[in-house]
């Protein structure tokens, strides 16, 4: 016997009518590649969006279909994620911070029909359209007036090409399992494979990422993603935000400490979100002009491991909680947040911070498993490391046509999870912890040493701006870590004291052999650190013998 409940689809058009019939209208504040700030509400995002569907449906642009953008956060960006996905084609968020070479790859591999860019990003068109015979117009994201040129391309105007569309255009009821976004993970190894979300886990993922004791967002917050939306579609806020009605700001292409500073109070923003890179820009920008918070209340932090002094700085120098969560492209992306349960209410502020630097609890519909070399399932006692698996409703299943083949481990009861390439522990409530990428952490000895924790006591140093572990071959040992250093302005802290600073931190056989500093750590298209390019530039680096 089955239910006798209204069978209706998850899809993303209805996040977009929710937000029209109930919070029609709430504001949506971007600031443009103009340098204007533009304004409107949900109901107008609505309007434009049917408009852009229509426009793309006369075109000849069908379902499943893909439309690649290159594009900073803003509200025309926003009407492409709702006009395409919502009329059944594929929304394909690009990287612009990735080479050109490699975007024309990801272009072609996905099949993009037309692509939409920011002006911005004008040479990046210039340099992959002879390589995108595919793509069959280029639409600016700019004013009729602003409509750039590139000889030998055929520009089309987004809002000239949004006027050939209508506003009656009804929002198709789709299968809720129809493809409606694709994002290609980072490709630090080999080319990136394409993470192809459904209507149904997209709509998922956006109820849960709502949860109090996930984001938490609502319809009194103001809510400004600094995560791109080309970055696993910013979280999903672009989702959630018109799911709950919470009032939304977007940065554009200023990403710099002090523009976020002026449009977060500007704005009366209480809810941001994006990697630690962005914040140590906010946080050198504030601290050194005085400044303080007068709405921020919370953000979230993800992307890369936050270091607990990043924590500790947002909520001892300016009342703000972080979120310190965890997830990937391929889990769409959230998986896990650290929020406090009632029983470490009582418990001291020196515990509790403890349990808030771990990457945190599973949010309902994702489930985490640790296993050793040999597929053991691991205890969760806290302390045990193993590789992560994650399995749930928006969880890859498999790569965008069958890259890789299956990516999927089984049980003995056939049941499928997705390896992270993460090493991890969980602890007796639950709550799990990064301690490395499975390809960075340090086997010495034939013991793991974490290079995240030695990451994230360096940079509590005020001598030190930046920090990376990497191992290094060792006669004895294996491998030793290595600890390369970017010095804070103005400093100069040297390797006794760097070293010295961890006694009493760790186990005294995870200190670093040697320090090594350099001008810059390279950084990859997300924000994380590059340890591929590190262990590249230190292959032959020889450790002073003990």
Known sequence: MQGLMMDMPLLVSSILEHATRHHGSVEIVSRRVEGDLHRYTYADLNQRARRLASAFTRLGVGVGDRIGTLAWNGYRHLEIYYGVGGMGAVVHTINPRLHPEQIAWI???AGDTHLAFDISFLPIIQAIAPRCPGVQSWIALVDAERQPTIPGVDLVNYEEFLATGTTDFHWPELD?????????????????????????????????????????????????????????????????????????????????????????????????????TIW?????????????????????????????????????????????????????????L?????????????????????????????????????????PWDGTTQGELLARGPWVIREYFRGE????????????????????????????????DRSKDVIKSGGEWISTIDLENLAVAHPGVAQAAVIGVAHPKWDER???????????EVTREELLAYYEG??????????????????????????????REQFRDYVLPSE
């Open 481 to 491: 870590p290595l600890l390369i250093v970017v010095r804070a302005p103005g400093t």
């Open 505 to 534: 931190k760790i186990a005294s056989w995870w200190t670093p052999n040697d320090v090594q500093f350099v001008d810059a750590i390279p950084l990859g298209a997300t924000g994380k650190i590059l340890k591929t390019k590190l």
């Open 338 to 378: 650290s929020r406090l349960q009632f029983k470490h209410l009582d418990l001291d502020p020196a515990a509790q911070r403890r349990i808030l630097a771990k990457q945190g609890h599973v949010i309902f519909g994702i489930d985490l498993k640790i296993v050793s070399d040999e597929g053991q399932e691991l």
């Open 107 to 109: 272009v072609n591999h």
């Open 404 to 435: 890789g083949g299956d990516p999927l481990v089984y049980d003995a009861d056939g049941t499928g999870w997705f390896p992270t390439g993460d090493v991890a522990t969980i602890d007796p409530d639950g709550y799990m912890q990064i301690t």
């Open 176 to 276: 809720e399992r129809t493809a409606v976004g694709l994002c290609y993970t980072s490709g630090t190894t080999g080319n990136p494979k394409g993470v192809m979300y459904a209507h149904r886990s997209t709509v998922l993922h956006a109820y849960a990422a709502a949860l109090p004791d996930s984001i938490g967002a609502s319809a009194r917050d103001t809510v400004l993603p600094v995560v791109p939306m080309f970055h696993v579609n910013a979280w999903g806020l672009p989702y959630l935000c018109p799911l709950v009605g919470a009032r939304l700001v977007f940065p554009g292409p200023s990403l710099d400490g002090k523009s976020l500073y002026e449009l977060f109070e500007a704005e009366r923003v209480t809810f941001s979100a994006g990697v630690p």
């Open 280 to 336: 140590q820009g906010l946080l050198a920008h504030v601290r050194s002009n005085g400044l303080k918070f007068s709405t921020l209340q919370r953000t979230l932090i993800g992307g890369s491991a936050c270091p607990p002094s990043m924590i500790d700085a947002f909520r001892d120098e300016f009342g703000v909680d972080v979120i310190h969560g965890w997830g990937m492209t391929e889990l769409s992306p959230l998986g896990t």
